[in-house]
């Protein structure tokens, strides 16, 4: 007869979700069979763990559980029938007890007469699939290599490769672009890739099946991209926006003009107004980077007025009697 589900995975009637999960994802691993090949008893305690995950890891059994429907077995609850055992109408009756596995197992102790498997169609706890799709390469396998390694027992199907970490760095100029990034990876293949709209620095890209093989006959594991963003000559990036700072002269700040200003695109006609100050930021909308809505961010332009190493006498002049006439105070009080 199966145990308590709860008293298995070693938590209380009233753990959560995220409680039962853990401790699943803790047991299963301890226990995995392609860790303790050489010991049965790992492999039965694993059969074990996972039935009881089956039942309190399904929302929908948890409660039928809880309410008495079904017992630790997933079997439902019956009332004696004077045919056998009282809970098992079938009970005695060699042939016909709990399937195809009954039976098979009859001296193993916990799982006594039930013997698990896990099918590649067996979709009533799809926890158990994707957790132990973890355990068997990183959580990127295909689906089809998880079905084939349960339909063949635990253990027994090929592993699947390692996944293949790689640091990519990567331009302004990259994430302005719309073009794909060509990526040479250690294993020798090249792959173009493109980048997410408003890419961040450490955001990580995974391809599947690009990984190490697995030299065991089982699936690729994946290339994981991580991104480094280069630091720019020009640009200081915020966000999606763009900031330059870019130096004008003091006679266009007094008088304003159009001044030439790059971007990642090339160069732009900017207008400096009349009586500009230093520091004044242009707006240039939709010269930026993507956004992750896919609209680009702006380029924000910081004015800095840049005198030369020799000012004329007749300018120094004027700026004496300019301070001795009209003097003003740019800074603000205390």
Known sequence: MARDPYTVLGVSKSASESEIKSAYRRLA?????????????????????????????????????????????????????????????????????????????????????????????????????????????????????AGTRRRTGFGQGAARGEDLEVVVTVTLEDLASQEKLRVSLPTGKTVDVRLPAGAEPDQQIRLRGLGHE????????????????????????????????????????????????PTLSGSVNVTVPKGSSGGKTLRLRGLGLPGKSGARGDLLVKLQIDLPHDLPDDFVDMMKKWREDAPYQPRKSS
Do not use: C
């Open 29 to 145: 691993k301890r226990y995995h069979p392609d860790t303790n090949s050489s010991d049965p008893q790992a492999q039965e305690r694993f059969a074990e763990v996972n039935a009881a995950y089956e039942i309190v890891g399904d929302k929908d059994k948890r409660r039928q559980f809880d309410r008495g429907e079904i017992d630790a077995g997933g079997q439902p609850r019956y009332h004696s029938t004077g045919f056998g055992t009282e809970g098992d109408p079938f009970a005695g009756f060699g042939g016909f007890g709990r399937g195809a596995g009954a039976g098979a197992g009859a001296g193993a102790g916990g799982n006594r007469g039930r013997t698990w498997r896990f099918s590649s169609d067996d979709t009533s706890s799809p926890g158990v699939d994707e957790i132990l799709r973890e355990f068997m390469g990183g959580g990127g396998g295909s689906a089809a290599g």
């Open 214 to 261: 697995s030299g065991m006959g089982g699936t690729p594991g994946d290339a994981i991209l991580t991104l480094r963003i280069a630091a720019h000559p020009l640009f200081e990036r915020d966000g999606a926006n763009l900031k330059l700072d870019l130096p004008i002269t003091l006679y266009d700040a007094v008088l304003g003009a159009k001044v030439r200003a």
